[in-house]
């Protein structure tokens, strides 16, 4: 897991842990922070060299390899992915829709559907919260299903219970995280952590 140590990204983190910090304001950071998250879960992307004339000769540059294709986990995935789309307007989005049974902390997937062809293509699924792992492991299974093979997984703050459960089930998929936390409560929340990002980010508490 690779935890993305920047400035501006652990300032905007402490104002999104803020338990006062409002709905529009945590939708706001976590833009920010998508955004800012973008260079470095990007870094290794391939590129393949590219010939362009310029207005004065032919040169060469250097193109991305494959389409890029991200995947926001709903629900809080949505608040990561304009930040994305910002700075990757070319990719494409594929929603699935993922929610945690609060008894058994359980994935139950609604929305499977992802429409594309994920097979010569680079994936990276967007969900701020990785807690026990169990919707990120099940999303990136879903994927893998459809023919997803170079995916990325990119989230604010993990869990170290979720980060080991999701390497021994996905080895081949790297995690990008703002912040490791210390641990899950008997409730299945990551703390310190901020709450519940879903109801947060849709003010739906
Ligand atoms: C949250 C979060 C992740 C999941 C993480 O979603 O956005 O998808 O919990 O928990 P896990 O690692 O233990 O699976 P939630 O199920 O609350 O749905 P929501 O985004 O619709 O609020
Ligand atoms: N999902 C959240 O939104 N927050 C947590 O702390 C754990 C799972």
Excluded: W
Excluded at 80 to 87: I, R, S, V
Aim: aromatic content about 6%.
């Amino acid at each position: 897991m690779t935890v993305l140590d920047h400035p501006l990204i652990a300032d905007r983190v402490t104002r999104l842990r803020d338990k006062d910090c409002s709905c529009e304001q945590f939708r706001l950071l976590l833009h920010n922070i998508a955004y800012l998250m973008v260079p470095q879960v990007t870094a290794q992307l391939d590129t393949i060299p590219t010939p362009v004339q310029t207005p004065l000769e032919d040169t060469e540059g250097r193109r991305l390899a494959r389409p890029l294709i991200i995947v926001p986990v709903l629900r809080a995935g949505l608040s990561l992915a304009e930040g994305f789309l910002e700075l990757i307007p070319e990719a494409i989005v594929a929603h699935i829709g993922l929610r945690r049974n609060h008894e058994t902390l359980e994935p139950e997937v609604y929305y499977p559907n992802a429409p594309v062809d994920f097979s010569d293509s680079d994936t990276i699924v967007l969900d701020p919260m990785l807690a026990t792992g169990g919707s990120a492991i099940e999303t990136v299974r879903l994927l893998k299903e459809q023919g997803a093979s170079r995916l990325r997984f990119a989230c604010v703050i993990a869990a170290p219970e979720g980060g080991e459960a999701f390497r021994s089930a996905h080895p081949d998929v790297p995690v990008y995280t703002a912040a490791l936390d210390r641990c899950l409560n008997e409730q299945g929340y990551i703390c310190p952590g901020l709450g519940d990002a879903g109801d947060r980010s849709f003010g739906t508490i």
